[in-house]
């Protein structure tokens, strides 16, 4: 009897080890797969800020980068976020008595209120150095369209009863005009002030020259409550509100 009962123990234990060996990961089976696991890492430490002052997309990700961008991710990477926004902002409205009057949000506009996708496509998702005179061409077209899911939150924050401070690091005497007509040409009516970068700022840091905007509005009365951008260089330094909110952008760096 003792020798039937070891042959099934066996046969079980045999079955159990097909079974967890089935369950292991696959090897990987080609060198995209190998690109495809550095470029989301890649990716993962540019969104969390670990990966810092790069220049451009590596060329081995380039397809990744296209695929996020295009492929659906990136916007339901959006929804994601403005979830959490809006859980946030009906927090502060059922719970906060101060007036509205100096109740604050800020979003920046480059690729949080505008979109410069298309023009990024021409420069390889990225993976091209950054071109100032052929970005600057572009934003004087002003044909950079609204991000939606920003939009809808652009509305939402102006419903609720906040000022709304558009502040991007953009050239306030060659791009003012344009930037302006874009944003009312793509819904984006309604906000307390667009703030641009002045000839006394050139020069500077964008965390530096937005750090000194926002104290600004500190120092006139406002509480900034929450603050949106693309990039680290938007939610770091000085005076950032009481929360910030991360936008997905795997296409370029801005100090």
């Known amino acids: 009897m003792r020798t039937v009962w070891e042959i099934l123990l066996m046969i079980i234990l045999g079955i159990c080890?097909?079974?967890?060996?089935?369950?292991?990961?696959?090897?990987?089976?080609?060198?995209?797969?190998?690109?495809?696991?550095?470029?989301?890492?890649?990716?993962?430490?540019?969104?969390?800020?670990?990966?810092?002052?790069?220049?451009?997309?590596?060329?081995?990700?380039?397809?990744?980068?296209?695929?996020?961008?295009?492929?659906?991710?990136?916007?339901?990477?959006?929804?994601?976020?403005?979830?959490?926004?809006?859980?946030?902002?009906?927090?502060?409205?059922?719970?906060?008595?101060?007036?509205?009057?100096?109740?604050?949000?800020?979003?920046?506009?480059?690729?949080?209120?505008?979109?410069?996708?298309?023009?990024?496509?021409g420069k390889r998702f990225g993976c091209d150095p950054y071109d100032p005179m052929g970005f600057k061409t572009w934003a004087i077209r002003g044909e950079c369209p609204a991000i939606p899911a920003v939009l809808r939150l652009f509305r939402k924050l102006l419903q609720s009863g906040f000022k709304v401070f558009l502040l991007t690091g953009r050239d306030e005497e060659t791009l003012g005009q344009p930037t302006i007509r874009n944003l009312h040409n793509q819904g984006f009516v309604g906000y307390e002030r667009l703030i641009l970068r002045t000839r006394d700022y050139k020069g500077q840091t964008a965390v530096s020259f937005k750090s000194a905007m926002r104290k600004q509005l500190v120092e006139q009365g406002y509480t900034i409550w929450g603050s949106v951008g693309d990039q680290w260089s938007d939610l770091v330094g000085d005076c950032l509100g009481e929360r910030t909110f991360k936008l997905p952008n795997p296409m370029y760096f801005v100090p």
């Open 17 to 121: 080890l097909k079974t967890i060996g089935a369950m292991k990961p696959a090897p990987y089976s080609s060198y995209s797969d190998l690109t495809h696991c550095y470029c989301l890492s890649w990716r993962l430490g540019v969104e969390s800020n670990n990966v810092r002052a790069w220049r451009t997309v590596p060329t081995q990700c380039l397809r990744y980068v296209q695929y996020y961008m295009l492929g659906g991710q990136y916007e339901s990477d959006l929804d994601l976020i403005m979830e959490q926004i809006y859980s946030y902002i009906d927090d502060i409205v059922l719970t906060n008595t101060n007036t509205t009057d100096t109740q604050a949000w800020i979003l920046d506009v480059d690729d949080t209120c505008i979109s410069n996708l298309l023009y990024y496509t």
